[in-house]
């Protein structure tokens, strides 16, 4: 397994895969003990397994409530958001064929971004709060699709542009929104809630939200194929006879459905979607086959570390937002110094 500068290491996938499978089950168990309330790992199993086997009850019922009403919910929370995230991203990123690209690249984050701030404003519900925002979220993606579509030039270069207009129009309406909010009562919840936290993650959430995004997770995953031959060129696609226009609208759907339910579950959450993508490709070279699968996991893996320190490390939370850029910015400026000869 010799790297290569410019395709990765050329890791084998399906070993790769079943590594950051298991990878993933100790860091889940590790997040599920960790906490004010330590759990031991066996007893983390045993509970868990409780709910769908007969187990003699030797805990608490104050760990069971514990283990099932927060940790377990907000743990599935991470693992889709990061998930979703990362291959929204890389989806996004091979579309585009540009790796600079986010998942929030519509508009999306923007959109979510004010719908809350209004929800929090005017309604405080946090149910109502999640709801503003997704709905937000796909109406700034409308906005910037419809405005994509006035000009007749190349279509993704105009989506992008108009995405950066959609979510300059929303951030400015945002902005206006915290100057008028009580400094007192409203104000800290907007911010927090854009910096991103998994704090109010749960069942109910996962409910609404866990099967939407884990749809457009499988759908993007069955379809990563058809990626690469957009990445080669509208014409050339065209040429190979793929329908570039319904793949394309099918690919944006879905990475924006994901990220907009991520959204309106943990605020917002930069750097995930445009570092993970990065690192797979490292490890497993562009080919969005193998790569998407890939950073699935390890979009994963890397959030349920992120939210475990962020709610451990010391005694009041640390919005993941936080935490995300202080270890975003440093790898993904190490990406582009190891990079530089080019993606």
Not at 235 to 251: D, F, Q
Not at 277 to 303: E, F, Q, W
Request: net charge positive; proline share 4%.
């Amino acid at each position: 397994m010799q790297p290569d500068k410019k395709t990765g290491l050329h890791f084998n996938t399906f070993k790769l895969q079943v590594f950051l499978v298991l990878l993933l089950a100790c860091v889940s168990v590790a997040a599920l003990m960790t906490g004010q309330l330590r759990i031991h790992p066996y007893e983390v199993v045993k509970i868990i397994l409780s709910g769908i086997f007969h187990i003699e009850k030797t805990w608490s019922p104050t760990l069971e409530s514990v283990l099932f009403d927060v940790r377990l919910p907000r743990l599935i929370a991470g693992i889709l958001v990061g998930a979703g995230l990362s291959v929204s991203g890389a989806s996004f990123q091979g579309l585009f064929r540009n790796p600079l690209v986010s998942p929030h690249i519509l508009g999306v984050s923007a959109g979510a971004g004010l719908g809350a701030a209004l929800a929090i404003l005017f309604f405080s519900k946090i149910y109502i709060v999640q709801l503003f925002s997704f709905l937000f979220g796909l109406l700034a993606v409308l906005m910037t699709y419809s405005l994509s579509r006035v000009y007749r030039t190349t279509p993704v270069l105009m989506l992008v542009l108009s995405g950066m207009i959609v979510g300059a129009l929303f951030s400015a309406g945002t902005s206006l929104l915290k100057y008028i909010a009580d400094p007192v009562n409203q104000m800290p919840s907007i911010v927090f809630w854009m910096l991103g936290s998994l704090n109010n993650a749960s069942n109910k959430d996962l409910i609404i939200a866990g099967p939407v995004m884990l749809g457009g997770i499988v759908v993007l995953l069955l379809i990563r194929w058809r990626i690469n031959l957009l990445a080669m060129g509208e014409e050339e696609a065209r040429s190979l006879g793929v329908e570039t226009g319904r793949i394309r609208a099918v690919i944006i759907f879905c990475a924006t459905v994901i990220s907009a339910s991520a959204v309106s579950i943990s605020g917002i959450i930069g750097w995930i979607g445009l570092v993970i993508p990065h690192i797979g490709r490292i490890l497993v070279g562009p080919d969005n086959k193998k790569l998407l699968p890939v950073v699935t996991l390890i979009g994963a893996i890397y959030l349920v570390i992120v939210d475990t320190i962020a709610r451990t490390a010391i005694e009041s939370e640390i919005p993941i937002g936080v935490l995300t850029a202080i270890a975003g910015a440093p790898i993904f400026a190490y990406l582009l110094r190891k990079n530089r000869s080019g993606w």
